[in-house]
């Protein structure tokens, strides 16, 4: 993949390139090399300080957490705000049991970190829909469950860890398993 980065990139250059009248020469036209030059780093924002490929789509900054599911990334280039759920877990609503709790939970994850992001969807609120991963690679919504922060999201994801993650945190009465009965977001939100 990196070599075909590159030989595009190349061949984008040349492209660019306008020949000399009568010479062999190429004088380059400044704004293609400068387009190039921001595609180039466009790429470089997708690998790793290794130059290996990223597992993520891009890179944000967490300036807040909204609750246990849901937070505004500041982006790195753009500095433009963005509103982000995240994929696979429902949290307790703000006013319900462990509101609180799971949005601190959340915060101590990633709040004033950078962390890297998938792209799943666009909910119809203009949330976007995404895995989140912590400084250190790991998956937030796995965070989450493990700790007994938030349900599994069944209604929009089958993943089988996020299930079992759900159901040992129940067994140890994790988090918000310790109540017997906890009302979850989905029914909390009919009310």
Same mark, same amino acid.
């Given at each position: =993949?990196?070599? !075909?980065?590159? $030989?595009? $990139?190349? #061949?984008?250059?040349?492209?660019?390139?306008?020949?000399?009248?009568?010479?062999?020469? !190429?004088?380059?036209?400044?704004?293609?090399?400068?387009?190039?030059?921001?595609?180039?780093?466009? &790429?470089?924002?997708?690998?790793?300080?290794?130059?290996?490929?990223?597992p +993520?789509?891009?890179?944000?900054?967490?300036?807040?957490i909204?609750?246990?599911? %849901?937070?505004i990334?500041? %982006?790195?280039?753009?500095?433009?705000?963005?509103?982000y759920?995240?994929?696979?877990i429902?949290?307790?609503?703000?006013?319900?049991? !462990?509101?609180?709790?799971?949005?601190? +939970?959340?915060?101590?994850l990633?709040?004033?970190?950078?962390v890297g992001?998938?792209?799943?969807?666009?909910?119809? +609120?203009?949330?976007?829909?995404v895995? &989140? !991963? %912590?400084?250190?690679?790991?998956? &937030?919504?796995?965070? =989450? #469950?493990?700790?007994? =922060?938030? /349900?599994?999201?069944?209604?929009?994801?089958?993943?089988k $860890? +996020?299930?079992a993650?759900e159901?040992?945190?129940r067994?140890?009465?994790?988090g918000?398993?310790?109540?017997?009965?906890?009302?979850a977001? /989905?029914?909390?939100?009919?009310?």
């Amino acid at each position: =993949m990196k070599k !075909f980065i590159h $030989l595009f $990139l190349i #061949l984008v250059i040349l492209s660019s390139c306008e020949r000399k009248s009568g010479s062999g020469n !190429f004088k380059h036209n400044q704004n293609a090399v400068d387009k190039s030059i921001k595609q180039t780093k466009e &790429v470089e924002l997708n690998h790793d300080f290794e130059g290996k490929e990223s597992p +993520y789509n891009y890179h944000i900054e967490v300036i807040s957490i909204t609750d246990g599911d %849901t937070f505004i990334g500041l %982006t790195k280039e753009e500095k433009i705000k963005i509103k982000y759920r995240i994929y696979g877990i429902d949290a307790p609503e703000k006013k319900q049991d !462990f509101g609180a709790r799971s949005k601190d +939970y959340l915060s101590e994850l990633i709040a004033g970190k950078t962390v890297g992001i998938k792209t799943n969807s666009q909910d119809r +609120y203009g949330r976007y829909i995404v895995w &989140v !991963f %912590t400084p250190d690679g790991r998956d &937030v919504s796995v965070e =989450m #469950l493990k700790a007994g =922060m938030a /349900w599994h999201y069944k209604e929009y994801d089958n993943s089988k $860890l +996020y299930e079992a993650l759900e159901i040992q945190a129940r067994k140890r009465h994790t988090g918000l398993w310790i109540n017997n009965e906890p009302v979850a977001p /989905w029914d909390f939100r009919k009310k």
